[in-house]
C-alpha cells in the first residue's frame, strides 16, 4: 500500500511538472521556431530561449505572441506559412530587410491590426491575403519586386483599414470601385504610385474620407486616364498625386477641398482652363502643373505661399505673364469647347493669343482677324453645343457634323446676322429646331430625336463631365490688375523705402531659434520610395561616416517641385509627410520658437521620441533662406561633436525645406538667462553657467580647429545655444556658417551678416558702440518705444538707406566667434543682454558698459548678477571669466585668445580635480613604501594573472588629450569621444 502511494505521489508529481513546462511555453512555439529558421537563425536577434515571448522585438500577452517587429534587421530568407496560426499576432513588421520568397497567407487572422512588408524581395501575393482580417488597419506593400497582381475582393473584409500603401509593387488592373463608397469609412492614405493601374478613378471615390491619394504612374504604356472631375468630391483630400497619367479635360472646380496643401497633375493631358477656385485654396502649399496642354490665362497664384511649376511649352497659356487677360476671341472659343470637356485635339493645336494667327487654329477660318468658319465635323466630340458660339458676330458656316453631339440646338444660334450654314448632321441631338432666317442652310439629318422633347438615347458623358459634376464657370482669370498710381514725390518715396528697409533689417538681426534633441533618430517613419523612378530628385549626403567627412550629391532629373524630393543623411530618409504626422500638421500648439527664416516646431515619432524641426517660410526660400538652409546641411554633415546640435536630416520638398535636429528638452540658453521668471524657471547658479561656457566653448573650438575643416559660425549668442535635460550645453543654427581660412590668420571678405550687438568691430566696419538700434532679443524696433525715437529714427533710417544701397562686407576669421563668444561671458557674468535699450543711453551696449564696470572691485560686483550667490570662491571665478571676456572682446582680433586658450581657461574653473580621501592601503593593498618591483609582485598576485604590455592604453579624453589609464574592461572607450570630438 505504502508502494503504491509512493507511486501515485511520483506519477502526480510528474504530471505536474508537465504542466508546469506547459505553462512555460508558449502555444506559439512552433510557428516562431519556423519563422526562426526560415529568416536564417540570425544572431543579431539573439532568438535563442525556447520561449519565444522571451525574444528581442517580440511581444506577448497571456503568453501569446501579438507583436513581431524584426524591420530594418539585415534579414535575409523567407517568411514561413506557419505565420497564419498566430492567431493573436497585431502587429508583423517585417519592412527594410533582404526577404525574399511568396508573402505567405495570413488569412483568418483577425486579430491583426498593422502590416508591413515594404522595402524587401518579395515575390507574390496571395488571392485570400486578407480573408478575415477583419481588424486590419495598416498594410504596406511598397517596393518588392512583386509578380502582377491585382488588389483582391478579399481585402473587402478589413473594413477598418485606414492605411493602404503599395507603391512600386506591380499592381495592375483598374482601381477597384470597393475602395470607395461605404466600405472603408476610415480609409485616410491611399498609396498606388509607381504601378501599372489602367483605368479611370472610380467614382466611388467621392463618398470617401481619404486625405493622402497617390495614384502618379511609372514611365511605362499602362496609365491611368479619364476624367478626375471626381477629386471635387473628396473633400478629406490634403494630398494628391496624379502626375504621370494620361489623364484629360478639364481641372474641376476645388473650391471644396479647404484643406489642399499638395496638388500635384503634371504630365498628364489635362485641358481647359484653371479655375480660380484652385488658385484661391486657402492651404495650398504646392502645386505642379507641368507638361498638360492646359489653356486660357496663366494663372496667377500667390508666390509667396505656393510653390508653383508650370513652366513648360506644352501647356497652352495664351500669354506667359501670370494673371495676364487673353484676347476676347481666346476666350469665347474656350467657352465654346468648355461642354465639350475641352477636348485634346484643340487644345494640341490651339497656342497663343491669337486665333487668327498666320498658324491658323484647328477648326477656323478667319477673315482680317475675325473668325468666319467653324469646322468641327468628324472630330469624335461629345458633350453640348454652347449658346456662345453667338457672339462670333461674322461666322457665316458652322459645321458640327458626324459627332456625338447632345443636348438641344441652341436659339441664341439664330442672332448670327451673318450665318449661311449650319450642319450638326449624324449627332445625338433632339428637341425642336430653332427658327433661323430663310438665307440658312440648316442640316439636322441623322439625330433620330430631333423635333422630340427628350432624347432616347444614352449617350456617354462628355469628357471630363461624369454625372453629378459640379464643373467651375468661372474664367480662371481673376480680376484684372489695376493700373500702378503714380509716385508722388520721389524723396519722401526714398526716405520711406529706407524705412522699410531698416525695419527688415531689425527683423533680420532678431532671428531667434531653436533646436531639439532625439535619441533613436533610426525610429522615423520613412515613406517608401522606388529607387529606380527617374522622376525623383534625391540628394544624398553623407553624415556617418567615421573620418567625419561629408558630400552632397544632386539628381534631379525634373524640374517639378511637386516631385518626391527627400534627403538621405547616412541611412536616415525623412518625407514631408512624416514631418506633418510627428508636428501634428505644423500646428501652433507644437511652435518651440521663431526665427528670422522659419519657425521651429516641436514633432514627437510614434515610439514617443521627440524631434525639432525647422520649417523655412515659404517667402524667404529663394533668397538668404535657402544659402543659410544649404550652409546649415554644408556644416551639419561635415562635423559631429557632442557640444554642436546634430542634424538628425532634412528635405526638401517643392517649395518646403526642413531640417530635423536632436531635441533638446531645455529651449535656449537665453530662455533660462534672460527670461526665466516669465518662464518659470530657477535662475543659473554660477556653476551651471561656468558649465555651460564651457560646453560652448569646446563646440567652438572644434569648429575652428579640430574639425576635418576649419568654420567659422558667425552667429553665436544665447537664443544659439541649445540646452539638453542636463542642462549641458549644445551650440545650434549653422546657417550663417563660412569655410574659414586655412590657416586660421588671414581674413576673408564676406557679405555682413549676424546679429548686432555681437558682432566683432572689425566685421561690423565700426566701433562697437555704434552698432544699429536693433536687437534679437526685442519683440519691437527701438526708436518706437524709447524717448530718444526721433534721433534713433533718423539714424536707422539712414543707416538701412545704405545697407540697401551698397553691398555691404566685412573681414571675417574665426576671432569673430572669440568676440562673440566674449559678449555671452559677460551675459552670463551680468545677466544683461547684449543690447538692452531699457537700460540709461550710454549703459545700453554690453561691451561698453562691461569695461566700464571692470574698471576696480566696487564697481565690478555691481555687475556681476545679483542672483548669483558670491562667496569668495565664486568672486574670483567670475572675476577670472570677466578677465577672459574682456580679452575676447579686444578691438582687435589679434589681441583675442583662439578658442584653445579659453577652453583652457575656463576647464581650469570648472573641472577643479580633488583627491578622494585615501586609505591606508589601496584596493590592490599594496604598501605605499613598497619599492616597485614589490608592489608589482603583490599587484600580479592580486590580479592572479601576469600583466603584459597590453595592460595600458592610450584614451582620447573628451578635452582632445591623451590619458595612459590600465587596461578597461571592453566597452569602455565607447564612453570617450575621438579626437575629432565625436
Known amino acids: 500500500m505504502k508502494k503504491l502511494h509512493v507511486g501515485f505521489s511520483l506519477l502526480l508529481y510528474i504530471l505536474c511538472f508537465a504542466v508546469s513546462v506547459q505553462s512555460q511555453s508558449s502555444p506559439d512555439a512552433s510557428s516562431m521556431q519556423a519563422l526562426k529558421a526560415s529568416i536564417g537563425n540570425p544572431t543579431t536577434l539573439g532568438w535563442s530561449d525556447p520561449n519565444p515571448c522571451k525574444w528581442a522585438k517580440v511581444e506577448c500577452v497571456n503568453n501569446r505572441v501579438t507583436k513581431i517587429q524584426i524591420g530594418d534587421q539585415n534579414l535575409k530568407g523567407t517568411l514561413p506559412p506557419d505565420l497564419k496560426n498566430l492567431t493573436s499576432l497585431t502587429k508583423l513588421e517585417v519592412m527594410k530587410n533582404q526577404l525574399s520568397g511568396p508573402i505567405p497567407s495570413l488569412a483568418g487572422l483577425n486579430s491583426l491590426q498593422e502590416v508591413l512588408f515594404n522595402n524587401n524581395g518579395f515575390t507574390y501575393v496571395p488571392p485570400d491575403f486578407f480573408k478575415g482580417m477583419t481588424s486590419l488597419q495598416t498594410i504596406y506593400f511598397d517596393y518588392n519586386p512583386l509578380s502582377a497582381w491585382q488588389i483582391p475582393e478579399s481585402l473587402k473584409d478589413a473594413s477598418g483599414l485606414q492605411i493602404f500603401s503599395a507603391n512600386g509593387a506591380n499592381v495592375t488592373g483598374s482601381i ?103 488658385v484661391k485654396l486657402p492651404k495650398l502649399a504646392i502645386v505642379n502643373l507641368t507638361n498638360n496642354l492646359l489653356q486660357g490665362p496663366t494663372p496667377k497664384f500667390d508666390n509667396s505661399k505656393v510653390a508653383v511649376d508650370m513652366n513648360n511649352g506644352s501647356n497652352r497659356f495664351c500669354l506667359d505673364e501670370p494673371g495676364a487677360a487673353c484676347d476676347d476671341r481666346v476666350n469665347i472659343l474656350l467657352s465654346i469647347v468648355e461642354p465639350l470637356g475641352y477636348p485634346v485635339v484643340f487644345a494640341q493645336d490651339w497656342n497663343g493669343n491669337d486665333p487668327c494667327s498666320p498658324q491658323s487654329w484647328k477648326g477656323l477660318s478667319c477673315d482680317t482677324g475675325n473668325i468666319t468658319v467653324v469646322n468641327f465635323q468628324n472630330l469624335g466630340l461629345s458633350g453640348t453645343i454652347s449658346p456662345n458660339f453667338s457672339k462670333l458676330p461674322l461666322l457665316r458656316q458652322l459645321l458640327l457634323f458626324n459627332n456625338s453631339l447632345t443636348g438641344t440646338i441652341p436659339n441664341e444660334l439664330t442672332t448670327l446676322s451673318n450665318l449661311k450654314k449650319i450642319d450638326v448632321s449624324n449627332n445625338l441631338l433632339h428637341g425642336k429646331v430653332p427658327k433661323f432666317s430663310q438665307n440658312v442652310l440648316v442640316v439636322t439629318d441623322g439625330n433620330p430625336d430631333i423635333g422630340k422633347d427628350s432624347s432616347s438615347l444614352s449617350p456617354p458623358p462628355p469628357p471630363g463631365a461624369p454625372a453629378g459634376d459640379k464643373r467651375s464657370t468661372d474664367n480662371g482669370t481673376g480680376s484684372k490688375n489695376s493700373n500702378t498710381g503714380k509716385v508722388v514725390g520721389s524723396v519722401v518715396g526714398a526716405v520711406c523705402g529706407a524705412f522699410i528697409v531698416g525695419i527688415g533689417v531689425c527683423l533680420y538681426a532678431r532671428k531667434q531659434r531653436r533646436t531639439s534633441r532625439v535619441q533613436s533618430p533610426n525610429t522615423v517613419v520613412i515613406h517608401p520610395r522606388h529607387e529606380g523612378d527617374g522622376s525623383a530628385v534625391k540628394i544624398t549626403v553623407t553624415g556617418s561616416s567615421v573620418n567625419g567627412g561629408g558630400s552632397e550629391s544632386h539628381s534631379i532629373t525634373s524640374s517639378g517641385p511637386s516631385d518626391l524630393h527627400v534627403v538621405e543623411s547616412g541611412s536616415l530618409v525623412i518625407s514631408i509627410q512624416v514631418l506633418r504626422n510627428v508636428t501634428n500638421n505644423f500646428s501652433d500648439e507644437n511652435i518651440l520658437g521663431r526665427g528670422g527664416f522659419g519657425t521651429v516646431y516641436k514633432g514627437e515619432l510614434h515610439d514617443g521620441t521627440k524631434i525639432a524641426v525647422k520649417r523655412m517660410e515659404s517667402g524667404v526660400v529663394s533668397d538668404k533662406g535657402l544659402a543659410e538652409f544649404k550652409s546649415e546641411i554644408a556644416v551639419l554633415t561635415k562635423v559631429r561633436h557632442r557640444h554642436l546640435v546634430t542634424l538628425l536630416g532634412y528635405c526638401l520638398e517643392g517649395n518646403e525645406r526642413l531640417l530635423v ?30 558649465t555651460i561656457a564651457l560646453d560652448v566653448a569646446r563646440g567652438v573650438e572644434y569648429l575652428h580647429t579640430l574639425a576635418h575643416q576649419s568654420f567659422i559660425h558667425r552667429d553665436l549668442k544665447p537664443s544659439n545655444i541649445l540646452l539638453g535635460d542636463d542642462m549641458r550645453a549644445k551650440v545650434a543654427d549653422f546657417g550663417l556658417v563660412r569655410l574659414a581660412p586655412e590657416n586660421g590668420k588671414h581674413s576673408i571678405e564676406t557679405r555682413l551678416a549676424g546679429t548686432f550687438g555681437y558682432l566683432a568691430p572689425e566685421y561690423a566696419g565700426q566701433h562697437e558702440d555704434s552698432n544699429l538700434i536693433c536687437s534679437s532679443n526685442h519683440e519691437s524696433v527701438s526708436p518706437f518705444n524709447s524717448a530718444r525715437s526721433y534721433m534713433a529714427l533718423l539714424i536707422l533710417v539712414l543707416m538701412t538707406l545704405i545697407l540697401a544701397l551698397i553691398h555691404v562686407t566685412g573681414r571675417v576669421t574665426t576671432k569673430v566667434d572669440v568676440f562673440s563668444f566674449g559678449v555671452i561671458l559677460m551675459e552670463l557674468i551680468s545677466g544683461r543682454k547684449a543690447l538692452d535699450e531699457t537700460q540709461p543711453e550710454d549703459s545700453v551696449h554690453l561691451v561698453s558698459w562691461f569695461r566700464r564696470m571692470h574698471v576696480n572691485k566696487d564697481t565690478f560686483r555691481k555687475a556681476i548678477d545679483q542672483i548669483i550667490d558670491l562667496n569668495e570662491e565664486t568672486y574670483s571665478s567670475v572675476s577670472t571669466v570677466a578677465e577672459l571676456a574682456g580679452h575676447c572682446c579686444a578691438r582687435e582680433p589679434h589681441q583675442r585668445p583662439d578658442m584653445g586658450h579659453v577652453v583652457n581657461v575656463l576647464s581650469s574653473l570648472a573641472e577643479l580635480w580633488q583627491p578622494a580621501k585615501l586609505d591606508s592601503d589601496d584596493i590592490y593593498g599594496i604598501d605605499l613604501d613598497m619599492t616597485l618591483p614589490q608592489a608589482l609582485k603583490k599587484w600580479q598576485a592580486y590580479e592572479g594573472s601576469n600583466i603584459d604590455d597590453s595592460s595600458s592604453s592610450l584614451i582620447p579624453s573628451t578635452d582632445n588629450t591623451q590619458t595612459s589609464i590600465p587596461t578597461r574592461p571592453s566597452g569602455f572607450a565607447d564612453t570617450f569621444t575621438s579626437s575629432d570630438g565625436r
Open 661 to 690: 535636429y536632436e531635441y533638446m528638452p531645455q529651449g535656449t540658453l537665453s530662455k533660462h538667462l534672460f527670461d526665466w521668471k516669465e518662464e518659470g524657471l530657477k535662475p543659473l547658479e554660477w556653476t551651471r553657467r561656468l
Open 176 to 278: 477597384p470601385d470597393f475602395l470607395g463608397g461605404d466600405t472603408f469609412p476610415g480609409l485616410t492614405t491611399l498609396h498606388l504610385a509607381f504601378n501599372n493601374l489602367q483605368g479611370s478613378i472610380p467614382l466611388s471615390f467621392a463618398k470617401t474620407s481619404i486625405q493622402n491619394l497617390w495614384l502618379n504612374s511609372r514611365k511605362t504604356d499602362s496609365k491611368l486616364n479619364g476624367s478626375i472631375a471626381v477629386i471635387q468630391n473628396m473633400t478629406d483630400l490634403t494630398e494628391v498625386w496624379l502626375h504621370g497619367n494620361q489623364f484629360t479635360g478639364p481641372i474641376p472646380d476645388l473650391s471644396g477641398l479647404s484643406n489642399l496643401n499638395h496638388l500635384s497633375l503634371r504630365d498628364n493631358q489635362l485641358t481647359g482652363i484653371v479655375p480660380l477656385s484652385v
